[in-house]
């Protein structure tokens, strides 16, 4: 995935916004107007380094003068001590953007390095990590790039680029009505949106795989259902099988063993939700 920058930059000004506002009165009383600086961000801790173009696009909407020199690139694993970026010009704009720059930088490349995490305890397999939709408000598009880059893959973009029927849909629909619920689904919406649907058990599984819904979630599965529920698709002789996708429950800890069931992808809300972001720093070096 590659950024789009007057995407990104809608996102990283309203961030400046709401952290500069009418302007940064301490470094305005505390820096001469034409004091010059350099400067250094350095991170604290290895990781997979993701987001900086948007710290170069952050200290360029303050300060276009000012140049940023990266010294790794977005995806490319780092050390702790690392010095990622040089920065030069105007100090009160490097001051100024700081703390946007950083939030920015600890925030995805947290959430990339935790995506590489699972990918590498999946590879083998050949089983694909996905995100969902457990995000910051306002930072989808970012956050997915961050799990781009950490060798994941986008679930949906929103509610409008695919059928995803839950729990809570099911509950709203007959049980009579749920067979040929998926070729009623088809009739409705525009050709090419993947219809999947989430089940919770073997016997919802079993209605679903008749149904022929392109992806099947097992949601809260043990390890033993899903691998029952892999034998139960590879057996089916429809022409088209659904992709099985496990969610729920999953952790760095059992995300191999349910890989090794057989199933072709995994999502995770813990990719984004409850990430640690790397620490980072801008240092004056001059």
Not at 5 to 11: F, H, P, S, W, Y
Not at 75 to 99: D, N
Not at 109 to 125: D, H, L, M
Request: with cysteine; net charge positive.
């Amino acid at each position: 995935m590659k950024l789009n920058k007057t995407r990104a930059l809608k996102i990283i000004r309203a961030a400046l916004k709401e952290d500069i506002g009418v302007g940064d009165v301490t470094t305005s009383v505390t820096v001469p107007k034409l004091e010059s600086v350099k400067a250094s961000i350095v991170a604290h801790e290895g990781c997979i380094l993701c987001g900086i173009d948007i710290a170069e696009w952050a200290i360029n909407s303050v300060d276009y003068s000012v140049r940023f020199k990266p010294q790794a690139k977005d995806g490319q694993r780092v050390y702790k001590g690392k010095v990622v970026a040089f920065l030069e010009g105007h100090a009160r704009a490097i001051l100024s953007a700081e703390r946007t720059m950083l939030n920015f930088l600890s925030l995805l490349s947290g959430i990339a390095t935790n995506v590489n995490k699972f990918a590498e305890n999946t590879r083998k397999y050949g089983v694909k990590i996905y995100d969902t939709r457990k995000m910051f408000p306002l930072l989808r598009y970012l956050e997915k790039y961050a799990v781009e880059t950490g060798g994941g893959y986008s679930h949906r973009s929103g509610l409008w680029d695919q059928v995803l029927v839950k729990d809570n849909h099911l509950k709203l629909v007959k049980i009579d009505a749920q067979r040929g619920l998926v070729n009623n689904i088809r009739k409705k919406i525009t050709k090419g949106l993947k219809v999947e649907v989430e089940v919770e058990n073997l016997e919802q599984f079993k209605t679903m795989l008749a149904e022929g819904p392109d992806i099947i979630m097992l949601d809260n599965m043990s390890v033993g259902d899903v691998k029952k529920a892999v034998d139960l698709r590879d057996k089916t002789v429809a022409k088209k099988k659904p992709l099985l996708e496990v969610s729920g429950g999953i952790n760095i800890d059992n995300v191999g063993e349910y890989a090794g069931t057989g199933v072709d992808r995994i999502s995770i809300g813990a990719l984004t939700d409850s990430v640690e972001s790397v620490d980072m720093s801008l240092e004056i070096v001059y």
